[in-house]
């Protein structure tokens, strides 16, 4: 099955709604309807031909310092894996930090499970981009939903509002 990408201000209802608000104000994004049930990132893969090097996870990050606990988003090739524990802790000035649990991510970005992107996020949340997401002519990424993934260069996410480029795979 192949993936029939359109303009993304053609098909605003395959988006979450915080995804909707904030993708007009973002340059060259497009979307595609999936099977709901391969929106996992090995399984969309597979069956769509999208190599792993040109998908890119979202991940929600909690950071916590003195009782305070503040979110931040890191984008990353799903080749790779975000070093949370280095990298990310030591960039949010955190003590400790760690994947914000799924149901608690999932209530505040307003978007499911799977389909987390790092556009439409809370304005005060980072977003860190990996610098080989940044590179990368186009990636391919959630929507907010699970039944769409958005694509899009990597030059976009890394013009993202709140958004700072860094190594971030350990």
Same mark, same amino acid.
Request: charged share 25%; hydrophobic share 45%.
């Given at each position: ?22 993708? =007009? ?12 049930? !391969? ?15 040109? =998908? ?25 894996? /975000? ?59 959630? =929507?907010?939903?699970?039944? =769409? ?10 013009? !993202?509002?709140? /958004?700072?480029?860094?190594? !971030?795979?350990?």
């Amino acid at each position: 099955m192949s993936l029939h990408w359109v303009p993304v201000a053609e098909r605003t209802d395959l988006l979450a709604e915080p995804v909707a608000r904030a993708v =007009s104000g973002v340059e060259g994004v497009e979307v595609a309807g999936i099977d709901p049930d !391969l929106a996992d990132t090995a399984a969309f893969c597979e069956r769509y031909g999208v190599t792993l090097d040109e =998908s890119a996870n979202c991940v929600i990050v909690a950071a916590r310092r003195g009782g305070e606990t503040r979110y931040a988003a890191c984008v990353v090739l799903a080749t790779t894996r /975000a070093d949370v524990n280095g990298v990310v802790r030591r960039h949010l000035d955190a003590r400790k930090a760690s994947f914000a649990p799924m149901a608690e991510a999932v209530e505040l970005t307003g978007m499911e499970y799977g389909g987390i992107t790092p556009i439409g996020l809370p304005e005060e949340w980072p977003v860190l981009v990996d610098t080989r997401v940044a590179e990368h002519a186009r990636v391919v990424i959630g =929507s907010g939903v699970r039944h =769409s993934k958005l694509a899009l260069p990597g030059a976009a996410l890394a013009g !993202l509002k709140r /958004a700072e480029v860094l190594p !971030l795979a350990g």
